[in-house]
């Protein structure tokens, strides 16, 4: 195998995104990798700052997440969760006690005057995670998630708690206007020869790092590959929301809905072998098995974008 | 036995103080029983607000408290903290998993505007502690340590980290001319029947308490037994730094320094039966065996402290 010597970027969600974040960590020197993550879904539970995407790439990417979650450490135990409850408290929220580590450092560090940013990195460098994992941007932003039987539900609220199956009227993104690209993310895409939006829920994970002001068009002005993996197989969604929001928006279920949203963004598209003889106007595209429910597949789905992309320009 | 109807006010600080509060739990009804508790060791540590003494308090009387240390939650185990240890801290002061729901409530609480009396009500009613349990002020105080080898430290960091070591050169009570009398130990002062402080450290968990802007001269204006049970027998501390600070402090290691330090605020004095022979100027005294290393014992003490106080007023 050749050594990657590209910078690949990849903007990802939580659990799906995490899945090509390893692929690529395998394929890809960690000097050459950057994972630039949502934030939106970011929230305050118990006096602690979370940040579930950040973590669920983290902990994936260090070896010590719960593979059966996909999110969360494994083994992890609950026993402040349970003494909550001994208080009177009904957690709603999984909080388990290693990963409570991870939110306290976080919180503290934030509070100290650290930048997500820079806590991030610290806690990735101690856990040996070596490629970079930024978040989207320092400053919150929480995205919020208007429902027809509940109303605006902050996210976890939606999510977790009402495990999404609220009917979505539509997604506000609030504090985004004073959201900026930090010089860390500016850096790795004014840098990247390569860069992959996951297979994450484009509107829950992906469109608040693209309305992060001005890196949208960012990314668009890049003139390299810029290549999103399909969220959906056979109309499907593997997991989680993104087909029932999709409809709930008023999209036709479609993978044209899909690159329509990120026109003007990607020049390329992966699409699941499972829809072959699908055709995009003005993409490169390729068909390729993205189901990544084994490292083998992770990696494989990997090696298909270095290898493809590296062809097909310029 | 007779059914306790006087009501009455408690004051301490940790280990020592929690042993009594047990005892008096026992022979004295919650709704005449208030515990006024030394906040000057809170602390904030990883985001979270400690309150040591108020803990052990709490614990103590809602039967879980670790009965080897005096201090924390029986059985409580740390995975928190080895996380904390792999994420490259090196955590000092123990946090138990347990006692980390604590005070996550807490934080998230008084961030969310709470009074600390106010959550210190609600985890006490949750843990089934029906007596009072009350901060000696809403308003943060920090007790900082002056040492002759560090300088001044934070008290954690004398008391925990440094295993209290350091030689005391003074004590001073960080944002104490902000601090309150709350209505709600008003309350309990005023109508208090019989006040009691604790076998705590006079000058580490007393002091603090008695320092409240306004506190010392409300407790002493009261017609009432106002006892003082003392913190050294046999010329020894049971347990902690009480003798070595009074020395530290060029006091003469004696229950006479005791006694004048709280001179004017008590006008009783419980001595240990160890120390039979002793006498006070001014003081009702009696002989006890003050060292409650039993339940029997705690709860004798108690006895005694309500036998002995009906008698001699007026």
């Not at 977790?160 to 860390?184: D, F, N």
């Amino acid at each position: 195998m050749l050594v990657e010597s590209r910078n690949v970027v990849l903007l990802v969600g939580g659990v799906g995104g995490a899945k090509l974040a390893a692929g690529l960590a395998r394929v890809v020197p960690p000097e050459h990798l950057t994972i630039i993550v949502n934030t939106g879904d970011d929230f305050w539970h118990y006096g602690l700052r979370i940040c579930p995407d950040l973590d669920t790439i983290t902990y994936t990417l260090g070896g010590l997440v719960d593979r059966v979650n996909g999110w969360g450490i494994a083994g992890d135990t609950t026993a402040t969760l349970d003494a909550l409850g001994r208080l009177g408290e009904k957690p709603w929220f999984r909080l388990g006690d290693q990963d409570i580590a991870t939110h306290l450092l976080r919180t503290s560090r934030l509070q100290a005057g650290e930048s997500l940013t820079q806590v991030m990195a610290a806690i990735t460098a101690a856990l040996g995670v070596r490629c970079r994992v930024l978040p989207m941007a320092d400053e919150p932003v929480a995205t919020r998630v208007d429902t027809v039987e509940h109303g605006e539900l902050d996210f976890q609220d939606y999510f977790v708690r009402h495990r999404w199956q609220p009917t979505v009227r539509a997604l506000r993104l609030a504090g985004i206007e004073h959201a900026t690209i930090s010089a860390a993310v500016r850096h790795a895409v004014e840098n990247a020869d390569l860069i992959v939006i996951g297979p994450s829920n484009p509107w829950l994970s992906i469109q608040p790092i693209l309305s992060v002001p001005g890196l949208r068009q960012l990314i668009a002005a890049q003139p390299v590959p810029r290549v999103a993996v399909t969220p959906i197989i056979g109309g499907q969604a593997v997991k989680g929301p993104t087909v029932k929001i999709m409809r709930e928006l008023g999209y036709t279920v479609s993978l044209e809905t899909v690159t329509g949203f990120y026109k003007g963004t990607i020049n390329g598209f992966i699409v699941d072998a499972q829809d072959q003889g699908a055709d995009f106007d003005d993409l490169q595209f390729s068909f390729f098995d993205t189901l990544m429910n084994s490292d083998e597949k992770r990696i494989a789905l990997a090696e298909h974008l270095l290898s493809w992309t590296s062809d097909w320009i310029s």
